[in-house]
């Protein structure tokens, strides 16, 4: 009996893409069991181009052509339009972000057009265009899931999304960005800040271009789709300030210092912050270690939540986009997409 398939065209073979094909091919027989359909690779996209499978390709092979360098050789050479023309498929962006998101716009726009869902792993698009992408999902019927873009692998809007859903978040504080507040605890203890980006490169938390997470924007990024998601706003980076972490900070005194995000809610005015702040003593967000990410929401029915990671990192935040896929291959097993 032929199995069911749902295939995936993937943005991307960062840390985090690299962890996703590991992800693939260790619990392919888990995912399997656990959505009713086989998810396939049916063509992929990184530094060196795009490329289409004749027929799906093994995640191991694929991860190993990434490894030498030559993802072209496993199939046909594609423009990147063409990765976008596939009815019935899901685009998987675990790109590097643009800085304005418009690549990624014009790419989701294409996909939706062409009858695919979108699951990224990448925060500028909808930190700089969410209105038009999630309209553009509701007129096509299409679905843009977004786990991964904020707080890597620990569960935030599929947990409150299915889990509270006789609630409304009135308040959310976090620690959603990692790599700030490893640098500014690294030079707390007494790194130079370049050593501490160092440390955190090394450990797989930074990227190699690291001013968007140090400077405070990845945080920026992440506070609006927070907004946006959680609270129903239509807010653009535009409507964030925000602050972070450089060679030119001073850390005398700054033991409690955090790079959080709070955005909280009064009547029907929703406001968000997100940036350095001196934390009160006891607050839960210092109970975090220098690898974990967490937040603490309070909402109307089911009380106030704390949820946390231990560490986190790129395998995890592949689990979170791993875990979107299998959200839209179950609906598409049970016919609802």
Not at 145 to 170: D, I, Q, R
Not at 273 to 281: A, I, K, M, T
Not at 293 to 298: A, C, D, I, K
Request: hydrophobic residues 35%; aromatic residues 6%.
């Amino acid at each position: 009996m032929q199995r069911n398939s749902i295939s995936v065209y993937i943005q991307g073979i960062g840390s985090v893409g690299k962890n996703f094909l590991t992800i693939l091919v260790d619990e392919g027989k888990l995912i399997s069991e656990r959505t009713g359909m086989d998810i396939v690779v049916g063509g992929a996209s990184d530094r060196t181009g795009s490329v289409i499978f004749s027929k799906p390709v093994d995640p191991a092979d694929l991860l190993k052509a990434k490894l030498s360098g030559n993802i072209l050789s496993l199939g046909r050479e594609a423009t990147s339009r063409e990765m976008t023309e596939n009815e019935g498929g899901i685009l998987v962006d675990m790109s590097s972000a643009s800085r304005d998101g418009s690549r990624e716009l014009q790419m989701y726009l294409s996909a939706m057009k062409n009858g695919m869902d979108v699951v990224t792993a990448n925060k500028s698009p909808l930190a700089n265009h969410w209105k038009e992408i999630m309209d553009n999902a509701s007129e096509r019927t299409r679905t843009v899931l977004y786990e991964a873009t904020v707080a890597g692998g620990v569960p935030l809007f599929s947990l409150l999304g299915h889990s509270c859903g006789p609630s409304v978040v009135n308040k959310f504080t976090g620690i959603v960005s990692l790599t700030a507040n490893f640098v500014l605890k690294q030079m707390r203890e007494g790194k130079t800040f370049m050593d501490a980006v160092a440390e955190a490169q090394k450990r797989g938390i930074a990227e190699t271009d690291f001013r968007d997470d140090t400077d405070g924007l990845d945080g920026a990024r992440k506070t609006v789709i927070l907004a946006n998601a959680l609270f129903g706003k239509n807010m653009t980076l535009k409507d964030i300030k925000t602050s972070g972490v450089s060679e030119s900070t001073d850390v005398n005194g700054m033991d409690r210092y955090r790079l959080i995000t709070e955005i909280t809610r009064s009547g029907n005015e929703v406001h968000a912050f997100s940036g350095l702040r001196d934390l009160d003593e006891g607050d839960y967000l210092l109970s975090l270690g220098e690898m974990s990410l967490g937040y603490e929401v309070n909402t109307s029915r089911n009380g106030r939540l704390r949820i946390h990671s231990v560490s986190d990192g790129p395998g995890e935040t592949a689990a979170a986009v791993m875990n979107d896929v299998m959200l839209l291959a179950r609906e598409k097993f049970q016919g609802k997409c």
